[in-house]
């Protein structure tokens, strides 16, 4: 199949067309009630250099390596409108009213041959939206974007993409730990790409106004061009679309949870629609299995998105979705039942995560208890969730012994404890656990924090080596890739253990 130029791609743009924006191009940041989107022109970037790009995404685009102008923000091709989209959300719960693209800026949606995808420039200068900052966004969250939205959709994780990471030659001031230390550091901008970066803020920001009609405008927009499916024209289309976005939500989740990811800020402007994972900020990987971490140090003493409050999160942030729909309802008290339909569908997802992790098969009874046992024995000593689940699928007999590369302090292992739980889960899967499905869904390389960390240190010192090695081993997640396992199948090593970056991470990006 050839490939093409951007110039030769299908623009639409339907977000514009069919939803009420802003009559101001571009402008300072300021309140815009009443609209969807603002129409801006991405600020020009000095020397756009192209650094990643995503091979699998520009396959779907039918795209050939390059661009850097225009992904960089420098020029816009003939069909291109780009925007800003408005949205609001609650922030760490509390409602923060107008949020909206403060340095994300839409190119475009591309019509393909069986679907629409939106190209969004994360980093390209200031918007409407944009509030009190710049707009624009530094290599070291550039790279953790591009890498791990890259390496969840191998993962089988729901997730915006990215298609390519372009440096722009500017120099862009953070205060990394917000403790009064700024550096100057390499700017960076990522296409991210997914059917649209419509988020359940999105609709909560019309109902905040009381602007029912454009609230009603976007609905009809999503709906019609993302969920074809259904239709919103009563009540009874209007729960099931809504029940739709609430189980694509708990899918979300209950992929994260299986791979041990924490996604850090789930505030509602950051969940999409679509139920993909979006936003990559100070997000992080279990590596020692412990229900409590989060990897947001701006969360640290609440830790209200700790990992394993997830599920209930993304419940509580389902109801904000069904409360900002409300208005258009005949009969409210139907929206209770898609938070109903949530929690039960969670949890027969979470169930089934279980019993694919443990190679076990039909449910029983007893396996609330068998895992109940394991997450409590997994937190006991430090163990490595990674290395664990997939020892597992390779052992041979019940011992302990067999894992104990899992374990971060090998003479302190609960040798007794942990025997006992293995004898439970052998007899369990009568010695047979189907080991091809455990290894499936308990990845063998995931975007380890230190991981990524090395990958940056190498990316500002201009060696973007590390970076190109983990996004080609993290394309095959599940597979045995023995070449890499000395370097990359390992736990965390002691220096990543309270280094900024690896165990904290701050939302400053
Ligand atoms: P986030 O925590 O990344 O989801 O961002 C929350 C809000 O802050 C969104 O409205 C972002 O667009 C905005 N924002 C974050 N960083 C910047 C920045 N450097 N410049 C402008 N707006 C930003
Ligand atoms: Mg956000």
Redesign the pocket.
């Known amino acids: 199949m050839g490939v093409t130029g951007l110039e030769k791609l299908e623009w639409l743009s339907r977000f514009i067309d069919q939803t009420p924006g802003d009559k101001q191009i571009g402008g300072k940041p300021r309140q815009v009630p009443g609209v969807c989107w603002s129409r801006v022109a991405p600020s020009i970037p000095p020397n756009p250099k192209l650094i990643l790009w995503s091979k699998e995404m520009a396959n779907k685009l039918k795209l050939e390596r390059g661009h850097e102008l225009v992904l960089g923000g420098g020029s816009v091709v003939d069909g291109m409108l780009p925007y800003a989209q408005r949205?609001g959300?609650h922030?760490f719960g509390n409602w923060a009213h107008q949020?909206?693209?403060?340095?994300?800026i839409t190119l475009g949606e591309v019509q393909l041959p069986d679907e629409v995808l939106e190209l969004q420039l994360k980093?390209a200068g200031?918007?409407p939206?944009?509030?009190f900052?710049?707009?624009?966004?530094v290599l070291r969250s550039s790279v953790r974007e591009f890498l791990c939205s890259e390496a969840m959709f191998h993962l089988n994780v729901p997730t915006t993409r990215a298609l390519s990471l372009v440096t722009t030659g500017e120099m862009v001031t953070r205060d990394v730990m917000y403790d009064g230390n700024p550096a100057p550091e390499i700017g960076a901008v990522v296409c991210r790409v997914a059917p649209s970066f419509i988020r359940f803020g999105s609709f909560q920001i019309h109902t905040a106004d009381g602007n029912y009609d454009a609230l009603r405008q976007l609905l009809e927009h999503t709906v019609k061009n993302h969920f074809p499916q259904h239709s919103v024209a009563d009540d009874n289309g209007r729960i099931n679309w809504l029940t739709h976005v609430a189980e694509q939500t708990a899918i979300m989740i209950s992929n994260w949870m299986r791979v041990g990811f924490v996604h850090g800020?789930m505030?509602t402007?950051?969940m999409s629609i679509h139920g993909l994972t979006i936003?990559y900020?100070p997000y992080g990987w279990l590596e020692n299995y412990d229900h409590d971490w989060t990897p947001n140090t701006t969360d640290s003493s609440r830790r209200r998105y700790r990992y394993d409050q997830q599920p209930q999160i993304g419940a509580w942030n389902v109801a904000r979705l069904l409360e900002s729909i409300a208005p258009l309802m005949d009969d409210v008290e139907l929206l209770y039942q898609v938070l109903e339909r949530y929690n039960q569908y969670y949890s027969e997802l979470q169930n089934s995560m279980w019993l694919e992790k443990l190679g076990m098969e039909n449910l029983q009874e007893s396996d609330e208890t068998l895992v109940d046992e394991l997450t409590s024995l997994l937190q006991q000593v430090e163990t490595d969730m990674t290395i664990f689940f997939r020892l597992l699928s390779a052992v041979e007999q019940p011992d302990i012994t067999l894992l104990k590369a899992a374990f971060y302090d090998q003479d302190n292992i609960p040798v007794t404890e942990w025997n006992v739980w293995l004898n439970k889960w052998w007899k369990r899967v009568d010695g047979l656990p189907n080991r091809d499905k455990m290894n499936e869904v308990n990845p063998k390389y995931v975007l380890r924090n230190w991981m990524a960390q090395l990958a940056i240190d190498g990316a500002e010192a201009g060696d973007y080596s590390i970076c190109e090695e983990l996004y080609q081993l993290l394309k095959q997640p599940y597979a045995e890739q023995p070449e890499f396992d000395e370097k990359w199948f390992k736990k965390r090593p002691e220096w990543a253990r309270h280094r900024v970056g690896c165990s904290m991470l701050s939302?400053s990006?």
Not at 133 to 137: E, F, H, L, P, T
């Open positions: 949205y959300g922030q949020l909206g693209d403060g340095r994300a980093g200031t918007t939206y944009s509030r900052a710049d707009g624009k966004a800020v505030n402007d950051n936003d900020g939302c990006s």
